[in-house]
């Protein structure tokens, strides 16, 4: 392991090119009691980078906000939420993030999505400063250099190309793997919970807890009809759903350019699955549109690095991923 890696202001890639066996090798060492960190913050890291795998610029690159924001979303929604031990008592993670609990008087079963704004951006600023000293670098420790490189002065995360093209092929195996050994770790050193209860939980946290804002925007700037069916939305009895058009378990994230809007029927016959690829076609085309909306773009950050290709090779990844049970609508 590179020595006192978690001290390092700026870590280079020390491999940039690998063969899936050699990163697989080296998955194995980080998700094991091979890796020799003892807190869960690997995890969250692996996990924010998972959920942020399709927000890279042309460059492979991620901004510390944005990996902050999902690392902070996991860690509050475990520590606060749901109350569990992450590691070494006293880490810094939970003292910021109790800090904000008892500073704010938030409601223990508040998730983090349903904190104001100004809150959730206030926790992110604290945790990319922890995440800095602590995170960062310990796990750039533990794939020796190999998986990214990253610049504390600039705040850019790059991923190695060869891993970001191995964690898209694998990222359903991975999103397991990363959960149950999260789940695994949680489960000693908590008194009480079982694997399975902690899984749930782990499993869950990405995830929004309403996807209610998306429909407001989707609904004023776009559609008024059912993105797959066509059936009007506007009736008094016709109840309008949000979908993730690749289904969220394998995008692991909430992104405006994956969600359309649908009626009920449609969203619960789609359930978990990949809607036929005609509607590819038709997403894509509602996306170009999206981002030549400017007030749109500025009020949804996340559409600053869409491209077209990026649907793209998410649909084709997922159906790599084992999403073959293709759903057409009635």
């Known amino acids: ?73 996991i860690y ?19 003292n910021q993030l109790n800090d904000i609990y008892h500073s704010y008087n938030i409601p223990q079963e508040m998730p983090f999505d349903k904190l104001d704004t100004t809150i959730q951006l206030a926790a992110t600023r604290r945790i990319k400063a922890v995440m800095k000293t602590n995170v960062f670098g310990a796990l750039y420790g533990d794939t020796q250099g190999a998986f990214y490189a990253f610049d504390h002065k600039t ?15 694998y990222q359903r195996l991975l999103i397991d793997l990363v959960n149950h050994h999260m789940a695994k770790m949680i489960e000693q050193l908590n008194e009480g919970p079982h694997i399975q209860y902690l899984l749930n939980k782990v499993e869950s946290i990405a995830k929004r807890s309403t996807l209610k804002p998306f429909e407001k925007v989707l609904l004023h700037y776009f559609e008024d009809n059912c993105f797959y ?32 809007i ?50 793209i090779h998410l649909y084709d990844y997922s159906i790599q991923n084992g999403y073959e049970d293709i759903w057409v609508p009635r």
């Not at 509050?76 to 939970?94: K, M, P």
């Not at 705040?155 to 092929?169: D, P």
């Not at 979908?243 to 969600?259: E, K, R």
Request: aromatic share 10%; net charge neutral; proline share 1%.
């Open 1 to 73: 392991m590179l020595e006192m890696s978690h001290k390092l202001r700026v870590g280079e890639l020390r491999a940039l090119y690998l063969t899936e066996e050699e990163i697989w090798r080296t998955f194995t060492i980080v998700l094991t009691t091979k890796s020799k960190k003892s807190a869960t913050y690997k995890f969250g890291l692996l996990k924010a980078m998972i959920e942020n795998l399709y927000q890279v610029d042309e460059e492979a690159e991620v901004t510390y906000d944005q990996l902050a924001y999902s690392f902070t979303k």
């Open 76 to 94: 509050w929604n475990l520590v606060i939420h749901h109350e569990l031990e992450q590691g070494t008592r006293g880490s810094a993670v939970v």
């Open 155 to 169: 705040e850019q995360f790059k991923y190695n190309g060869a891993v970001l093209t191995f964690m898209r092929k």
């Open 229 to 260: 069916c066509g059936k009007s939305l506007h009736k008094t009895n016709m109840q309008t759903h949000v979908d993730h058009f690749i289904p969220w378990s394998f995008v692991q994230s909430d992104h405006i350019w994956n969600l359309v």
């Open 262 to 311: 649908t009626c009920s029927a449609c969203n619960t016959s789609k359930n978990d699955k990949l809607a036929v690829r005609s509607y590819l076609d038709e997403v894509v085309d509602r996306n170009e549109r999206m981002i030549n909306q400017p007030e749109l773009v500025q009020q949804e950050s996340e559409l600053a690095t869409y491209k077209k290709e990026k649907m």
